[in-house]
């Protein structure tokens, strides 16, 4: 899967078009991601002896299918593509700036 967390995506189709956020979680063995603020549900909780009822809103997964990626450098939403440097880790690129989409994790010690 190409979306991973943390990724910022704009919704294609379905009731939220147009809509953007952040990836909260990837759920790979159903192709489904969930998008912060996006696909909001109600479950309602039945009350009980104990506790009163109330009604949850929850972010539903969506198809990783319906989104796309929104390159951080140059701001637009793009296809996500593959590229091997000659040493080095395989990393994403964005399909319209070539630019590197993945963040380097790399920390440096101050003293």
């Given at each position: 899967?190409?979306?991973?967390?943390?990724?910022n995506v704009?919704?294609?189709?379905?009731?939220?078009?147009?809509?953007t956020?952040?990836?909260?979680?990837?759920i790979?063995s159903?192709?489904?991601?969930?998008?912060?603020?996006?696909?909001?549900?109600?479950?309602?909780i039945?009350?009980?002896a104990?506790?009163?009822?109330e009604?949850?809103?929850?972010?539903?997964?969506?198809?990783?299918?319906?989104?796309?990626?929104?390159?951080?450098?140059?701001?637009?939403s793009?296809?996500?593509?593959y590229q091997?440097?000659?040493?080095?880790?395989?990393?994403?690129?964005?399909?319209?700036?070539?630019?590197?989409?993945?963040q380097?994790?790399s920390k440096?010690?101050?003293?």
């Amino acid at each position: 899967m190409k979306i991973k967390t943390n990724d910022n995506v704009l919704v294609t189709t379905g009731k939220d078009k147009g809509k953007t956020g952040n990836v909260l979680r990837v759920i790979t063995s159903k192709n489904q991601i969930v998008v912060e603020k996006v696909n909001i549900r109600t479950k309602h909780i039945r009350k009980t002896a104990n506790k009163q009822g109330e009604k949850v809103k929850y972010e539903a997964p969506i198809s990783v299918s319906n989104v796309l990626l929104v390159c951080p450098q140059c701001s637009k939403s793009t296809r996500v593509g593959y590229q091997v440097p000659e040493k080095g880790k395989k990393v994403r690129i964005c399909k319209k700036c070539n630019a590197a989409v993945d963040q380097s994790f790399s920390k440096k010690k101050t003293k």
